[in-house]
């Protein structure tokens, strides 16, 4: 008994040692996020957003190319709140079509009772992100993403995810498809539906089109829109030229190669399509005011 007695004993004292060490553990290896509060959150993050100097150089200037060199480095976000494995979303939908500052994961924390979203980058990635904030004022919700000592933030531009033809526009496409689908545009006697799905009725043969939005350089590219369907396709250079009566064209031009072919100018005008009223302040699909 006694020799039973002189075994137990160690190993009684060596779980309670394991105990007090792992009870002094830090908390944030110990802590989860309550199924609750992640909810709560998702429903405020889910959607497409895009940067707010983004949108309102575009409004400003009507130009994509102008706007892509403001609201950087991360010019969009992109929650789809059902793919959420645990406690890890991804930002953006079908991330072939987002740069790489735009492929992180969204970690829920739990650090002493307060949740936070945390942006974890791809290993690729060497931008200081820190924390992932909402701001909800007179009934609009803005993100706010920290990277470093800087805050950029964020308007939604749509809920649930666009999909026409199983394309999938980003949130930035359906910003700059929104400009012109507001419009009824006519060419000679045709009039002309751009779709904020990326589709286009009454053009030509076209079936689809698509803005570029962003470029590695975009201080030396033209503005670009590109018309196809199945079969082929054409990309012009366009300018949205507006008037006093707030009504406006957008006019296309042939693109021109550079010598070295790694650049494309404005070439002779092609076509120009005629506009009816421009819209100043764009709404979101709960019909919330973008600017």
Not at 156 to 162: E, G
Not at 264 to 288: E, I, P
Request: net charge neutral.
């Amino acid at each position: 008994m006694k020799s039973f007695i002189k075994q137990i004993i160690p190993l009684l004292f060596f779980a309670v040692a394991c105990h007090e060490n792992n009870s002094q553990l830090p908390d944030n290896n110990l802590q989860v996020v309550p199924d609750s509060a992640k909810q709560y959150l998702l429903k405020i993050i889910e959607g497409g957003w895009v940067n707010v100097e983004y949108e309102d150089t575009f409004y400003r200037y009507h130009s994509p190319m102008f706007a892509a060199r403001y609201g950087l480095p991360v010019q969009q976000l992109a929650f789809d709140i059902s793919r959420l494995d645990h406690d890890t979303l991804e930002n953006a939908y079908h991330r072939y079509t987002y740069s790489a500052s735009e492929r992180f994961d969204l970690v829920f924390k739990n650090e002493n009772g307060k949740i936070k979203m945390i942006p974890r980058p791809d290993a690729a990635v060497k931008l200081p992100m820190e924390e992932l904030k909402y701001q909800v004022k007179g009934g609009d919700t803005t993100l706010q993403l920290v990277i470093g000592n800087k805050m950029y933030s964020y308007r939604r531009v749509f809920r649930q995810f666009p999909e026409s033809e199983n394309i999938h526009p980003t949130a930035l496409d359906y910003f700059a498809n929104s400009i012109l689908a507001d419009v009824i545009w006519k060419s000679g006697n045709k009039y002309i539906h751009f779709n904020i799905d990326g589709t286009i009725s009454n053009f030509r043969s076209y079936n689809r089109y698509s803005i570029k939005v962003k470029d590695d350089h975009p201080q030396s590219q033209p503005d670009e829109i590109t018309f196809y369907n199945d079969n082929t396709a054409v990309t012009y250079a366009f300018v949205l030229n507006t008037t006093p009566r707030l009504l406006f064209d957008l006019e296309l031009y042939d693109l021109k190669e550079s010598k070295d072919g790694l650049e494309f100018t404005r070439g002779k005008l092609v076509t120009a399509l005629r506009g009816g009223t421009y819209f100043v302040t764009g709404t979101d699909q709960n019909g919330s005011k973008n600017k």
